[in-house]
């Protein structure tokens, strides 16, 4: 387990403006904001949009899109936590990214990501609603020894997994379903 320096600033991540400007219209930007006061930042990355256009100038500092993955991980470790709404039954890669980097992930419960993803084990879980995500985010920056070791325990899950493991066990299935699993289909 590596030994990490305590991070900078919490930081949300959304990929298309419409996304951030939702969440800080709909309150998640101004609580945090209110509660927490300078000492949290909100910081989307992935796509380029001028804050002031937005009117959000005062609540965001957008990157854009960043130069390299080199730039996303050392924005990722400069963070407390990092916000990811997930509604697919399956993960998206963004977790994964924010454990290795040492970043509490603040996500929604999702039944599909349920096998990864444990409440204050590896990952902030939270309803999908303002109060909610903006509670989780909250809890996040200020509680040290909780989100200390939701991080560690974040490590731990991705210290566990191998990528030719887990491909060569999706293609044993795929090639030799388990009765058991395997459910009557149909090709059409």
Not at 69 to 81: C, D, E, G, N, Q
Not at 105 to 126: D, I, P, Q, R
Not at 163 to 187: A, F, G, I, Q
Request: net charge negative.
């Amino acid at each position: 387990m590596r030994s990490r320096v305590q991070p900078r600033s919490p930081f949300k991540h959304h990929r298309f403006p419409r996304d951030t400007i939702l969440c800080a219209e709909r309150g998640i930007s101004e609580p945090d904001k209110a509660t927490l006061g300078d000492d949290i930042s909100i910081v989307p990355a992935g796509h380029p949009f001028q804050e002031a256009d937005y009117g959000l100038e005062k609540v965001l500092q957008n990157h854009g899109l960043l130069p390299s993955i080199s730039a996303v991980a050392k924005l990722y470790r400069h963070s407390h936590s990092d916000l990811v709404i997930i509604y697919t039954p399956h993960p998206s890669y963004q977790p994964f990214e924010y454990m290795t980097c040492g970043c509490a992930t603040v996500t929604n419960y999702n039944e599909g990501t349920s096998w990864l993803l444990k409440n204050e084990v590896n990952a902030f879980l939270c309803d999908s609603t303002v109060s909610a995500v903006t509670e989780r985010i909250v809890t996040a920056a200020q509680d040290d020894v909780l989100r200390q070791r939701v991080i560690e325990g974040a490590l731990q899950t991705v210290a566990g997994l191998n990528w030719d493991r887990e491909l060569e066990r999706l293609v044993n299935y795929m090639c030799n379903p388990s009765p058991t699993t395997d459910r009557k289909r149909t090709v059409a």
